[in-house]
């Protein structure tokens, strides 16, 4: 079982906005910043946000994150055929090791 | 072009060695910490650990479930870091990606920004 937990699925519409969930403890989350990964089918994974809320160059500002307390959220607004992927979560613990949540599948019906 | 390209991997026997490559090209290799992911088939990410850079002396730090078994190491020269498996259990069956994050040393923050395309390691008899 992963530190950080994810909801396995979640799903939306053509243009719809939504949003993914992370939780975890004062020790990762609630002392340090959360990163979140894309990864499409059979591909590596790609930085999607990096340090709460930044995107890297490239990314579209479609794609958001937040952190409260000891859980982060990403958010897809006006979702898109092609966000259908894996989304994780990642952080580190006090012992400065990384964590990863256990990825939300995300399905663009 | 900033990539990563990883190599080695295969199949071998539980119990037995195998050592992993990445070979960076197209940024300052020696600034970066280096860390290694797993990803068995159908599952999730699982971080194996990291080798920070020379100022802060090529620190690592691993994963409790390679913890002992497994060693990060890095050859600046070569632009290259390594994985070296031992005591190779089934369960360490899964396709390795190296990945960077562009400072050396307590910068998770920074995020992974650069992954390879990964390497598939099967252990089996």
């Known amino acids: 079982q992963s530190v950080l937990t994810q909801p396995p699925s979640a799903s939306g519409t053509p243009g719809q906005r939504v949003t993914i969930s992370c939780f975890g403890s004062?020790?990762?989350?609630?002392?340090?910043?959360v990163n979140w990964y894309q990864q499409l089918p059979g591909t590596a994974p790609k930085l999607l946000i990096y340090n709460n809320n930044q995107r890297p160059s490239g990314v579209p500002d479609r794609f958001s994150g937040s952190k409260s307390g000891t859980s982060a959220s990403l958010a897809i607004s006006g979702l898109q055929s092609e966000d259908e992927a894996d989304y994780y979560c990642?952080?580190?613990?006090?012992?400065?090791?990384?964590?990863f949540g256990g990825g939300t599948k995300l399905t663009v019906l | 072009e900033v990539q990563l390209v990883e190599s080695g991997g295969g199949l071998v026997q539980p119990g037995g060695s195998l050592k992993l490559s990445c070979a960076a090209s197209?940024?300052?290799?020696?600034?970066?910490?280096i860390h290694w992911v797993r990803q068995a088939s159908g599952r999730g990410l699982e971080w194996v650990g990291r080798v920070r850079d020379k100022p802060n002396n090529y620190a690592t730090a691993y994963a409790a479930s390679v913890k002992g078994r497994f060693t990060i190491s890095r050859d600046d020269s070569m632009n290259t870091a390594y994985l070296q498996m031992n005591s190779l259990k089934t369960e360490d069956t899964a396709v390795y990606y190296c990945t960077r994050i562009r400072c050396g040393g307590d910068c998770w923050s920074y995020g992974m920004d650069v992954w390879g395309q990964g390497t598939t390691v099967t252990v089996s008899s």
């Open positions: 990642a952080g580190w613990d006090d012992s400065l090791n990384g964590l």
């Open positions: 004062n020790s990762n989350i609630g002392s340090n910043s």
């Open positions: 197209g940024f300052i290799f020696s600034g970066s910490t």
